[in-house]
């Protein structure tokens, strides 16, 4: 899937730890490893032990796509030892004057005869992805493994120790003044879309079964009657098909006439990582922004970028490489001219789009939006190596945003597709990002983001274990993985602009499938207020309610339901209490760990 590149080069450690071998990290010799690998590269002679080794380490189809972050003690360490020992071997070969096309043909076959995925997918990934990796190794005559996997991987079993990688952002900490809440009793009603996932290739009666990170596509291999997709989506691994998300924004618009913004915290392009090109993307972001413009003609949108608009999917390079082949310039050149000629965004948002696919705007007196790109953040994001430092100065930039809304005393929604307590966000710009919000939390009432597509929140905690700020997912509209489609409606009061409650919107999938020829039946699921019995939903009150919630089993059924947006397929699935309460500790970020010790 996403993480195709980095699982083939730390293929070792995925089976070593699939099928049971590793009883201690002491356990890998990583030099014979290394060496293995080196003379097959080299000479293509596969030695007996190597033969072994591949009979031995090739991957159960069934565990192609695991998440090799779940692995935890010796496993994880494991990873990152093969990881090193792997990635230092193919620094080293390139350094020897190993040519492109040599190391990509190796990567290409060793990722098949392994069952990582099949040749196809293998060929795909590593040809999108190689050319990057190689600019970077080649242009960091430093740079080792060591560091490449701690990036990945950074976690105490693999630590990231370049200081390159340690740094800060300048944050004036002055007596934060107070912020008048102006009279006021009317609402505000927005939408908040994410994760649309379109794929132009979705074939319903399709493979919904195919082996692939992405099925039910046109030209994937023969289906039987068990694996049909379905006409409106599948809970497989499947995307979006157009007419779905043509309902979808039917509905919304039919059904919900007081809108005042849509919030549309992105993913645009679908799963399909192994086949993406530039010019396929371009189609599908023309051709989904004219829809959203064309539909919601008077209403404002606020978009985002999601990690899979470049190509490839996660690349974000910075603005000063512009070689056609590296360059992300092309991704904020089309939509700063989209989003601009739409009417939705003002031409000083150009200038910020193009550094690194940020903006701010003041859409009412004493309110500011301010729309960041943290896929820079994401571990996936190649670009990291090249430069760790604050990527496209978009921190500091929001640090100088902040402290013009606190002079011009304005409350401020921030909107991202990556949510900032991801684990696969680097550690220090979430730690810098998180200095900023605590810093700045008077001003800040709410976050938006995606990209994890489920319904699910995140609380910020000061070192005083007080929560201060709350950000929102939206989910999803596409079913990928055993998800149903959901919106949200927030509403917002208009006095301080926090939410003050909102709705969650979806349909059955299952249910919607038995009948091609009828739209889906959406329906209100709940109200966050009613649902969890809370007065409202600030900072202080959700604290209290999470307190609560961890040791309440009704409440920790409602979260877990919720959260999986009610999909049959996902509930199917053996979790006790406290399997889910660890999905409510998801919500804590930074302190407060007493919420979530064993009670």
């Known amino acids: ?122 060929s795909g990934v590593i040809e ?217 965004l003002p031409e000083s948002t150009r200038s910020t789009i193009l550094q690194g696919g940020y903006y701010t705007v003041t859409p009412r007196k004493g309110f500011r939006i301010i729309v960041l790109n943290s896929n820079v953040c994401y571990s996936y994001n190649w670009w990291l190596w090249y430069q760790p430092k604050d990527p496209d100065n978009q921190l500091q930039w929001l640090v100088n945003v902040l402290l013009e809304a606190e002079r011009n005393n304005e409350f401020v929604h921030i909107l991202s597709h990556i949510p900032a307590n991801s684990n696969s966000c680097l550690n220090t710009w979430k730690r810098e990002y998180l200095r900023i919000i605590n810093r700045f939390s008077h001003l800040i009432k709410a976050e938006f983001n995606g990209h994890t597509h489920n319904d699910e929140l995140a609380i910020f905690y000061n070192s005083a274990d007080e929560g201060q700020n709350v950000a929102w997912n939206g989910g999803s509209i596409t079913t990928y993985t055993r998800l149903n489609p959901n919106y949200k409606i927030y509403t917002i009061n208009s006095s301080n602009y926090a939410v003050t409650d909102y709705q969650n919107w979806m349909y059955d999938l299952s249910s919607a499938n038995k009948d091609v020829h009828t739209r889906p039946t959406w329906y209100e699921s709940y109200s966050f207020k009613a649902e969890y019995g809370l007065s409202d939903l600030s900072p202080k009150s959700l604290s209290t309610w999470l307190s609560m919630a961890v040791k309440n089993g009704t409440l920790l059924d409602k979260y877990y339901k919720n959260f999986y947006k009610e999909a049959e397929p996902s509930l199917q699935a053996a979790c006790d209490l406290n399997c889910k309460k660890e999905y409510l500790c998801r919500i804590v970020v930074k302190s407060n760990t007493k919420l979530c010790d064993n009670n």
């Open 128 to 344: 999108l992805n190689l050319p990057i990796i190689l600019y970077i190794v080649d242009s960091r005559p430093n740079l080792d493994a060591a560091t490449m996997c701690g990036v990945v991987l950074e976690s105490k079993f693999c630590p990231l120790n370049n200081p390159d990688f340690e740094w800060s952002i300048d944050i004036e900490n002055n007596s934060i003044p107070t912020i008048v809440e102006k009279e006021a009793r009317e609402e505000m009603k927005v939408v908040q879309l994410s994760d649309l996932h379109y794929d132009p290739l979705y074939e319903p009666d399709g493979n919904s079964n195919c082996g692939e990170p992405v099925c039910c596509r046109v030209g994937q291999n023969k289906t039987d009657v068990t694996s049909l997709a379905g006409y409106w989506g599948d809970y497989k691994s499947c995307d979006t098909p157009w007419h779905a998300i043509i309902d979808a924004f039917k509905h919304i618009k039919d059904t919900h006439q007081d809108i005042d913004f849509i919030y549309f915290t992105g993913d645009v392009i679908d799963h399909g990582v192994w086949e993406t090109s530039k010019e396929g993307n371009i189609r599908s972001l023309v051709k989904l922004y004219d829809k959203v413009h064309d539909t919601f003609a008077n209403i404002t949108i606020y978009p985002v970028l999601g990690n899979h608009e470049p190509n490839p999917l996660n690349q974000f390079a910075p603005k000063d490489i512009t070689q056609d082949y590296l360059t992300t310039n092309w991704l904020y050149n089309l939509v700063a001219d989209l989003w601009i000629s739409y009417g939705w």
């Open 1 to 122: 899937m996403t993480k195709m590149w980095f699982k083939e080069l730390i293929f070792s450690a995925l089976l070593l730890s699939v099928n049971g071998l590793i009883r201690n990290v002491k356990d890998i010799d990583v030099s014979l490893l290394s060496n293995e690998i080196e003379l097959w590269t080299k000479s293509d002679y596969e030695t007996e032990l190597f033969l072994e080794m591949i009979e031995t380490l090739s991957i159960p189809t069934e565990l192609q796509n695991s998440d090799w972050k779940s692995f935890e003690a010796e496993y994880s360490a494991a990873i990152c030892t093969i990881c090193r020992a792997t990635l230092q071997t193919y620094i080293n070969l390139r350094r020897n004057g190993a040519s492109e096309e040599s190391i990509k043909s190796k990567l290409i076959k060793l990722c098949t005869i392994l069952n990582i995925q099949t040749k196809r997918v293998c």
